[in-house]
């Protein structure tokens, strides 16, 4: 399974997890960060600035999809950076 | 070393990092994030639902019996997901 | 490329932001944690004892220099893990 990370900010919060329903993700989790990216220290400037976290575990062929629903529709409109790691979900009925 | 990340209610909090001593964790983060789960989504209904999550470091043994623990005493019990991550450490005595 | 994760004390917070700049790290996020280390259960004994986690994105040359300069520079002096993990970051110029 892949873990796949989102860290964007605030405002795309809705599209992002509309987004996460689409390609059929059964849950996720959000959590608020702080953030210092590619356009300058935001975090420095603006002490109250924050971005939100949003990990969600799926199928490696959902995550082809996401990405490319993320590469087409959201990176031109939001600040937002995106990544997957492989991990290994311990669920009931492997064991 | 591995990263196991445990995702749960707020509720399973004290048996959780009581486990993690019992199975010999020398420490872990736990932080508060919202969640949308299996059983539909619980955040968009009450915003306000919270979930914790715990990351833990251990080493591939303890990571077994954490998860034969979790599997056998809490996944029946509690809302819960757990993962497992490869990880590289930097310990000063490695250098 | 890698994700460093680093879990700290939060009076480290500010020379370990200035050191991800040093070494030419791009953006990085950070959150508070509740923590509980090998220094013993210190989040049990102080409930309102916090951590930072700070997780940034940089290519495995930079992740050498900043470990080596965590280990010189901060892990005698802090309250301080660190780890890095393999990640693949979804860049638009990929696609």
């Not at 608020?32 to 935001?42: A, I, P």
């Not at 949003?54 to 959201?74: C, M, S």
Request: aromatic share 8%.
């Amino acid at each position: 399974m892949k873990r796949v990370t989102i860290v964007c900010e605030s405002l795309a919060r809705e599209p992002v997890t509309r987004l996460l329903q689409e390609v059929g993700a059964h849950g996720w989790t959000l959590l608020e960060v702080q953030g210092s990216g590619r356009q300058g220290l935001r975090l420095a400037e603006i002490p109250e600035f924050s971005n939100i976290q949003v990990d969600v575990i799926i199928p490696p062929a959902v995550t082809e999809t996401l990405l490319q629903r993320l590469h087409a529709d959201f990176f031109p409109k939001f600040a937002m950076i995106a990544y997957e790691t492989d991990i290994r979900v311990l669920r009931p009925n492997k064991f």
